[in-house]
């Protein structure tokens, strides 16, 4: 039998759509094989792997506000847009991840697969965190966006945010043996994305100078971007995906603050999921589904 993989998109805050399924997923008790996380994507299917439900709304909602979060402190303080010590390393000492359970259900069968950037070679890398330092060096890694954030130097390399080389890793998933797919996306359906702007073109050049293949990447992303959201749409006409996506009047920004508007797309995402889960179940009947054992 074939295995069911679970791609997990980035996108900011906009990502706190994908916390709501995941969150639905738990009280199902619905896994899956390896598990793809991508940005904000990565960092929300960590509390999903741990099975602490609600954990990904708390640490994202209830916190958005806070000045050390996000914004104008964080830029003045830190260089970035997001405060990453204080998301990474501050929360969780009030919101603790369940490490045990996070490593214990992992295997083989069954593995957390984060999605980042190498600077110099531009190429997209799938990181196995092994360690819950490492976990968190590869969630910093793969949400570390160009200008308004800065790199994530670990193993003597320099690493970005993820979605730049593969926003949605399916091929890496069939490449690793899954036949199957459930992807969690953050844009709606019909959703294309545009070139960058002149501005952020110049903006890269200035600041990336010595790292050609990381603008080279950023430059080509669009492109590859919707040529993967045709791929998938092709797996799902042959049945082969099952595909979340938001409905345009819930989407918030990337750098959304807003806790009513991340609030309604958190439950939007709980929603869509509970809406369907009967199909997703059935969907799943074909492959391994893993329903709230343990290894």
Not at 56 to 78: D, P, T, W
Not at 95 to 108: K, V
């Amino acid at each position: 039998m074939g295995k069911t993989s679970l791609i997990v998109e980035g996108g900011g805050m906009r990502g706190i759509y994908a916390a709501g399924i995941l969150d639905c997923m738990i009280q199902h008790g619905l896994y899956w094989n390896n598990v793809y996380g991508v940005s904000a994507g990565a960092c929300h299917s960590l509390s999903y792997i741990s099975r602490q439900f609600d954990r990904a709304r708390r640490v994202n909602v209830e916190y958005a506000r806070k000045q050390k979060y996000s914004g104008l402190f964080c830029i003045l303080r830190h260089g970035t847009y997001f405060g990453f010590d204080y998301i990474f390393r501050k929360i969780p000492l009030k919101n603790p991840i369940d490490w045990h359970t996070f490593f214990n259900n992992q295997s083989e069968l069954r593995q957390f697969i984060v999605t980042v950037t190498n600077a110099t070679t531009g190429q997209a890398e799938y990181k196995i965190p092994t360690s819950p330092e490492e976990a968190i060096i590869w969630l910093e890694a793969s949400s570390s966006l160009p200008i308004i954030g800065k790199s994530v130097k670990y193993q003597n390399q320099e690493w970005f945010d993820g979605g730049i080389s593969d926003s949605i890793p399916i091929k890496k998933a069939i490449q690793d043996g899954h036949s199957k797919h459930i992807l969690i996306l953050t844009q709606p359906k019909g959703y294309q994305k545009k070139p960058i702007s002149n501005s952020t073109k110049k903006m890269l050049n200035i600041m990336y100078k010595k790292y050609p293949a990381l603008i080279k990447a950023n430059l080509e992303r669009s492109k590859k971007y919707n040529e993967t959201l045709d791929f998938i749409s092709n797996l799902e006409t042959e049945g082969n995906a099952f595909v979340f996506r938001p409905e345009p009047q819930v989407i918030t920004g990337r750098l959304c603050k807003d806790k009513a508007k991340l609030q309604k797309l958190y439950q939007a995402g709980y929603s869509d999921c509970e809406s369907r889960i009967n199909d997703l179940k059935n969907f799943a009947n074909t492959v391994p589904c893993y329903r709230g054992e343990t290894n």
